[in-house]
């Protein structure tokens, strides 16, 4: 089963509004990190925003904040006051378990391309 | 500048040959890990290391190998390329428990 879902392939937004990404996921495990990405054009994996299962409220770094609701394991991003630059592909990702050591690898969605209209 | 350094950016291969694809890091990191980036399949695990000395397989292991003989290296093998390995290949370490640093991709074809 695919532990991290995103059902939209493609997003457009107006300049300034704001969009929100969908993202779901899978997991028994009780601690676990869920991950937003942002690839522009030029291909690097650029971080966004972490949440933590375990965090009580939900995550923001300036214009991203992540819809965090837990019983429907779901963690969509949503980005306000959208740029021409926020146009990418974005990456929904979760880590199962939260110890600093061991492995508890990453696992990826199919991603989010978001396209910003003048 | 301290980050994951991945060598080469390109490459082309033909088929049956083989190549190693390099990632260092300089930040101490223990945990590092190999992904591959395909159309419409997001990023898959190929292989990850928690250590020096250990290495274990991960989603999509088949064609490829690693090693891990220093805490800073974590090479990626492939013996024999196939057109089926043409890809994005992306090498990732990770601080505490969400720090994750990629490198800048390393885009290989196999013809």
């Known amino acids: 089963a695919q532990k991290i879902t995103q059902t939209q392939p493609g997003m457009f937004v107006q300049e300034k509004e704001a969009v929100t990404l969908d993202c779901t996921y899978d997991?028994?495990?009780?601690?676990?990190?869920l991950f937003w990405y942002k690839q522009p054009s030029s291909g690097e994996m650029i971080f966004l925003i972490y949440q933590g299962s375990y965090d009580q409220q939900n995550a923001t770094e300036g214009r991203y904040s992540l819809n965090f609701q837990k019983a429907r394991k779901s963690a969509n991003l949503v980005i306000s006051a959208s740029q021409l630059g926020d146009s990418a592909m974005y990456f929904c990702a979760m880590r199962e378990g939260l110890g600093v050591g061991g492995a508890n690898n990453l696992f990826f969605g199919t991603g989010t391309r978001l396209t910003v209209i003048p | 500048n301290a980050g994951v350094t991945q060598t080469p950016k390109f490459q082309v291969l033909k088929t049956g040959q083989s190549m190693t694809l390099q990632c260092a890091q300089d930040?101490?990191?223990?945990?590092m890990s190999w992904y591959r980036q395909d159309p419409g399949m997001g990023l898959r695990l190929i292989h990850y290391?928690?250590?020096?000395?250990?290495?274990d397989q991960g989603e999509v292991p088949n064609g490829y190998n690693v090693s891990r003989s220093t805490t800073e290296d974590f090479p990626l093998r492939l013996l024999s390329a196939a057109p089926s390995q043409t890809s994005v290949y992306f090498c990732?370490?990770?601080?505490?428990?969400?720090?994750?640093?990629f490198g800048s991709g390393t885009r290989l074809t196999v013809v």
């Open positions: 990732a370490s990770r601080q505490r428990s969400y720090g994750y640093t």
């Open positions: 290391s928690v250590g020096a000395g250990i290495t």
């Open positions: 997991t028994s495990d009780p601690s676990y990190g």
């Open positions: 930040m101490n990191h223990e945990y």
